[in-house]
């Protein structure tokens, strides 16, 4: 695979599952993350318990975390980057929300904004789910980025919204 080289920009990676070994398979997938090419694991931050959430979510807790990063890999090579991972995990697609044994989600890619049919930055649902919301803000509390309308959001702004939302820090 050829990868172009870009500027070093900080990226954010949502890492979760909830078969199998999870806390295992996040821990891995940390590792596996460090390893990535052109690419270098800055922090992590400790693991949250949660609830399946969303249409048609079922299965069991998950074990979440937040990744932070540093690459020069383009966002779309390091989507295909974090896809491979997914795979080397066992991780199927068979449905929207599907229990899995690893979901690894590009959050934030430096400033960048874009929707396109493969890559959607910032996460489109980030600022709907705490399990995003409480690692990212355990990394960067003063983390902010611009929302799809342009408006400047950040973790704080955010968290009386997901308040109601089952979660807990894993020790």
């Known amino acids: 695979m050829s990868v172009t080289n870009h500027p070093a920009v900080a990226a954010f990676v949502g890492i979760g599952g909830n078969l199998g070994q999870a806390r ?3 821990l891995a997938a940390m590792d596996a993350l460090a390893q990535l090419p052109q690419t270098q694991l800055i922090a992590s931050s400790p693991l ?4 399946p959430l969303g249409e048609n979510a079922d299965g069991p807790n998950y074990v979440n975390a937040v990744a932070q990063l540093r690459t020069t890999l383009s966002a779309d090579a390091l989507l295909r980057e974090l896809h491979r991972i997914e795979g080397a995990f066992g991780r199927a697609r068979s449905y929207k929300n599907a229990p899995r044994t690893l979901d690894l989600d590009i959050l934030l890619y430096g400033d960048t904004v874009c929707h396109t049919d493969t890559l959607t930055l910032p996460h489109p649902r980030m600022h709907e789910r705490a399990f995003v919301l409480y690692p990212l803000f355990d990394l960067k509390p003063d983390i ?9 959001v950040s973790v704080c702004d955010l968290k009386a919204q997901i308040a109601d939302q089952d ?5």
């Open 167 to 171: 979660i807990s820090r894993l020790d």
């Open 24 to 26: 295992t398979t996040v």
């Open 48 to 51: 949250y318990g949660s609830a």
């Open 144 to 152: 902010s980025w611009h929302n799809a309308l342009g408006q400047r």
